[in-house]
């Protein structure tokens, strides 16, 4: 008897051999476990460093990302179990950018005062433009290239906040 997650719609057309699956199977957990962990650290040290350290374009990507994908089409339950605790710890990353945000960006004023105003924008902004991409390529096709030029901006983005800010307040080793 083979184990594995529940078949998304794509491999319920297939029919991948077990081997697949399960190699499938792990990168997904261990993706997820990865993904968790590196979130609930960026959340503990916005909150030792008193600084948020995702970019705020990456929170507005993620968050429409894990909306779309985990609440509104998820194509498994895989997506659902993974996501939806993202979207819980999301909060978090939300709140330090909010709370902490406006110090990191006191040369510049209207950003600083705006920063509620501005994830807003930018998570509705997000959701439209991926459901655009959805629209045109399909869910699935959609959900894989989004979610690898996500990983593809937050890496870079990542690295230029730090370059920018010249200072690792908001991140961690452990977080990358």
Not at 46 to 64: E, H, L, Q, T, W
Not at 98 to 116: D, Q, R
Not at 125 to 136: A, D, K, L
Not at 146 to 170: C, F, M, P, Q, W
């Amino acid at each position: 008897m083979q184990l594995h997650l529940p078949l998304s719609p794509t491999d319920k057309v297939l029919q991948p051999p077990a081997s697949y699956l399960i190699v499938q199977d792990w990168t997904l957990l261990y993706c997820m476990f990865g993904w968790t962990v590196s979130y609930i650290l960026y959340v503990r040290q916005a909150f030792r460093d008193k600084s948020y350290g995702m970019p705020i374009a990456n929170v507005c990507a993620n968050i429409a990302f894990e909306f779309i994908f985990g609440v509104v089409i998820p194509s498994s339950v895989a997506q659902v179990v993974c996501f939806v605790p993202w979207l819980v710890i999301d909060v978090g990353i939300v709140y330090s950018v909010v709370t902490f945000g406006p110090n990191v960006w006191k040369a510049s004023p209207l950003v600083a005062n705006n920063l509620g105003v501005i994830m807003a924008a930018g998570i509705l902004s997000c959701m439209v433009m991926f459901w655009t991409v959805i629209e045109t390529m399909g869910k699935d096709d959609a959900a894989f290239y989004l979610a690898y030029g996500d990983e593809l901006v937050i890496s870079t983005l990542s690295i230029a906040h730090l370059l920018k800010r010249g200072n690792t307040d908001g991140h961690s080793l452990g977080i990358w």
